[in-house]
C-alpha cells in the first residue's frame, strides 16, 4: 500500500513538474509581440513584459549619446527555449532592421559590438522608438517600445 502511494506521488510530482517546465516555454500571460514587429522566430517566447503610461526610456542614439522619449512604455524580454539553437545577433538585428524597414522606418543606431540598436517608426502621426539589446549571446534578447 505504501508503495503504492509513493508511485503514485512520484507519478503526479513528475507531470507536476513536467507542466511547469513546459508552461516556463511559452509566452507569459497577457503578453504578445509588438504590432507589426514578431519576434525572430518561434524558438523564442515572452518571458517578461510590461505596459506603462507615462514613462520613459532612454534611446541610444549614438555611441555616447541618447534621447529621453516619454509616452506609453512596453517592455519584452524573450528568451530561448531549450534546446532550440541560438540565432546570431546579426540574424536578429536583421530581423528588425527589415521589419522597421517594411513600416517604413528608420535605423537611428546600430552597435554590434554593444549589442543595441535603436529604431523610429511612423504610426498615428508620431514616431514610435523601440530598442533591441541583445543578451548571452543571443540566449535572450528584448525590446523596448515606446509610443509618445
Known amino acids: 500500500m ?10 503526479v510530482v ?3 513538474l513536467s507542466t511547469f517546465t513546459l508552461s516556463a516555454q511559452t509566452d507569459i500571460a497577457g503578453s504578445s ?15 517578461e513584459w510590461s505596459e ?22 512596453m517592455h519584452y524580454e524573450y528568451l530561448l527555449k531549450k534546446g532550440s539553437p541560438i540565432a546570431p545577433k546579426t ?8 521589419k ?11 552597435d554590434l559590438n554593444d549589442n543595441v540598436a535603436t529604431f523610429k517608426i511612423p504610426r498615428n502621426g ?5 530598442s533591441v539589446s ?9 525590446v523596448t517600445v515606446v509610443e509618445p
Open 2 to 11: 505504501i508503495q503504492q502511494n509513493m508511485k503514485a506521488l512520484f507519478i
Open 14 to 16: 513528475v507531470l507536476f
Open 33 to 47: 509581440d509588438y504590432t507589426g514587429i514578431p519576434r525572430v522566430t518561434n524558438a523564442y517566447y515572452i518571458s
Open 52 to 73: 506603462s503610461e507615462g514613462a520613459s526610456f532612454d534611446f541610444t542614439t549614438g555611441k555616447e549619446t541618447s534621447e529621453t522619449v516619454k509616452g506609453k512604455k
Open 91 to 98: 540574424v536578429l538585428f536583421t530581423h528588425y532592421i527589415n
Open 100 to 110: 522597421v524597414k517594411a513600416m517604413k522606418g528608420t535605423l537611428v543606431f546600430e
Open 126 to 130: 508620431k514616431e514610435v522608438w523601440i
Open 134 to 142: 541583445i543578451f548571452e549571446k543571443g540566449t535572450n534578447y528584448t
